[in-house]
C-alpha cells in the first residue's frame, strides 16, 4: 500500500525557517518525480515545487523561487522542502504527492495527510 | 497560462446526478483528473484520464472531455459525496499541473 506521511509541520514567525518531510513507502521511491502541493486555509490547491527521480532536475513555483528548497533522498526514501524567509501568504497546508503519468498526461495519487504550516508573528 | 474554471457550488438532492463541469480552452485536448477533497482531509483521486476509475472508486463517478468543457458526473449522490471536487491538466506549455478554482458540492 503506497503511503506518504508528512512531518515538520508548525507555527514560525515571519522570516524565519522551517523544514517539511515526507516519508515514503509501498512504491520504488526513487523511480518517480515528486510534488510539493499547498493549500492556503479555504483556497484551492497550488503547486510549490517539483523534483525529478534522481534529484537532479528541480522546479519552482514563482511565489517560492529562491525561499524554497526542494531535496529528496532515495535512500532513505525521504522528500524534503525547506522553507526560507517565510511570509505570512505561506500559511498553507503542504502536501506532498506521487506524480504518475502516461503518455498522455500526469496526475497525482496518492497525496499525503498534509502538513500545516502557520506563518504569523 | 491554462485557465480552468469551475463553478463554485453545485447542490443536488441525495439519490440524484450531480455534474461538476471543468472548462478550459480545448480542454478535450488534454488529460483530466478529478480529486475529491472532505473538510481538513487530503485530495483523493477520483477519476484520472478524463474518464478512468482509481480502485476502490465507485463507479457512481464518471468523466468525459469534449471540446471547452469536461464534466464530472455523480450519479445516485448519497450523502458522503459532499465535498470540494478540484479539476487537474498538465500544463504543457509550461510543463506543470493546473487545478480548477473547485466546486463545493452539497447534498440537500
Known amino acids: 500500500q503506497v503511503q506518504l506521511v508528512e512531518s515538520g509541520g508548525g507555527v514560525v514567525q515571519p522570516g524565519r525557517s522551517l523544514r517539511l518531510s515526507c516519508a515514503a513507502s509501498g512504491f520504488i521511491f526513487s523511480d518517480y518525480a515528486m510534488y510539493w502541493v499547498r493549500q492556503a486555509p479555504g483556497k484551492g490547491l497550488e503547486w510549490v515545487a517539483i523534483i525529478s527521480d534522481d534529484g537532479n532536475d528541480k522546479s519552482y513555483a514563482d511565489s517560492v523561487k529562491g525561499r524554497f528548497t526542494i531535496s529528496r533522498d532515495n535512500s532513505k526514501k525521504t522528500l524534503n522542502l525547506q522553507m526560507n524567509s517565510l511570509r505570512p501568504e505561506d500559511t498553507a497546508v503542504y502536501y506532498c504527492?506521487?506524480?504518475?503519468?502516461?503518455?498522455?498526461?500526469?496526475?497525482?495519487?496518492?497525496w499525503g495527510q498534509g502538513a500545516l504550516v502557520t506563518v504569523s508573528s | 497560462s491554462y485557465v480552468l474554471t469551475q463553478p463554485p457550488s453545485v447542490s443536488v438532492a441525495p439519490g440524484q446526478t450531480a455534474r461538476i463541469t471543468c472548462g478550459g480552452n480545448?480542454?478535450?485536448?488534454?488529460?483530466v483528473h478529478w480529486y475529491q477533497q472532505k473538510p481538513g482531509q487530503a485530495p483523493v483521486l477520483v477519476v484520472y484520464?478524463?474518464?478512468d476509475r482509481p480502485s476502490g472508486i465507485p463507479e457512481r463517478f464518471s468523466g468525459s472531455n469534449s471540446g471547452n468543457t469536461a464534466p464530472l458526473t455523480i450519479s445516485r449522490v448519497e450523502a458522503d459525496d459532499e465535498a470540494d471536487y478540484y479539476c487537474?491538466?498538465?500544463?504543457?506549455?509550461?510543463?506543470?499541473?493546473?487545478f480548477g478554482g473547485g466546486t463545493k458540492l452539497t447534498v440537500l
Open positions: 484520464d478524463d474518464s
Open positions: 504527492a506521487w506524480l504518475r503519468s502516461n503518455r498522455r498526461s500526469n496526475w497525482f495519487d496518492p
Open positions: 487537474q491538466v498538465w500544463d504543457t506549455g509550461n510543463n506543470h499541473p493546473v
Open positions: 480545448n480542454i478535450g485536448s488534454k488529460g
